[in-house]
């Protein structure tokens, strides 16, 4: 069973520029999750969709960030403009759906290391 | 919301040595608990869940951790420490609706 695949693994940009990261979670999976990890620390969650529709992005800073997930597989997170404080690892996950009461284990991709300059 | 607390962000031992990792929780309710592995460059894997089907949670890699009610404690250990398993762990509990809070994570190494 093929994993999270995420893309780019790299990216550098330049503050006040845009970059938008693809995650495509395992098949089946109808809940994918957008992570920020930033240097040192544990990954803290941005956003939650559900098929395609959002099930939390409280902690999305929602001026400069953006998520899709139009078809309910793939997803896109965008940065635009970017700060130099945006510069950490960008991992997405996905699970089987939510159901009351049940845990589904969170799978994760290898991430996407962003570089602001 | 639910959180959990990792004591030490870094620990050595050396090869052959018990692993301990500290990971405290604090939630009124039982919570569901997780660890994670993450190797350089890498996603994070799973360890091992706590589900509140037995204390004694056996995972991957042949580690394991005890759920500890009294001492709001979910310890990761293992016997005995392979230079493999250098890597950083990670403590999660799980909020409503499946989302996971971390620990700020503990680098293990392992000296020969």
């Known amino acids: 069973e093929a994993g999270v695949a995420q893309s780019p693994r790299y990216k550098i940009i330049e503050k006040r520029q845009s970059v938008a990261f693809w995650c495509n979670p395992i098949?089946?999976?109808?809940?994918l999750y957008w992570y920020q990890q930033i240097l040192g620390q544990g990954p803290k969650l941005l956003i939650q969709?559900?098929?395609?529709?959002?099930?939390?992005d409280s902690q999305l800073p929602k001026d400069r960030f953006s998520a899709e997930r139009l078809k309910g597989v793939d997803s896109t997170l965008k940065i635009q403009p970017a700060k130099l404080e945006d510069s950490a690892v960008y991992l997405c996950?996905?699970?089987?759906?939510?159901?009351?009461?049940?845990?589904?284990?969170?799978?994760f991709g290898p991430g996407t290391r962003l570089l602001v300059l | 919301a639910q959180s959990v607390t990792q004591l030490g962000s870094h620990v050595s031992v050396s090869e052959g040595a018990l692993v301990l990792l500290r990971c405290n929780y604090s939630?009124?309710?039982?919570?569901?608990l997780f660890w994670y592995v993450q190797y350089p460059n890498q996603g994070l894997q799973l360890l091992l869940k706590?589900?509140?089907?037995?204390?004694l949670v056996k995972g991957i890699n042949g580690f394991e951790a005890e759920f500890k009610k009294s001492e709001t404690s979910f310890h990761l250990t293992k016997p005995s420490a392979h230079m493999s398993d250098a890597a950083e762990y990670f403590c999660?509990?799980?909020?409503?609706?499946?989302?996971?809070?971390f620990g700020g994570g503990t680098r293990l190494m392992v000296k020969p």
């Open positions: 098949s089946g999976h109808a809940t």
């Open positions: 939630s009124s309710v039982p919570p569901y």
């Open positions: 706590y589900t509140s089907a037995a204390t």
């Open positions: 999660a509990v799980e909020n409503a609706g499946n989302m996971l809070t």
């Open positions: 969709f559900q098929n395609n529709g959002v099930v939390d």
């Open positions: 996950a996905s699970s089987l759906v939510i159901s009351g009461g049940n845990q589904e284990t969170q799978y």
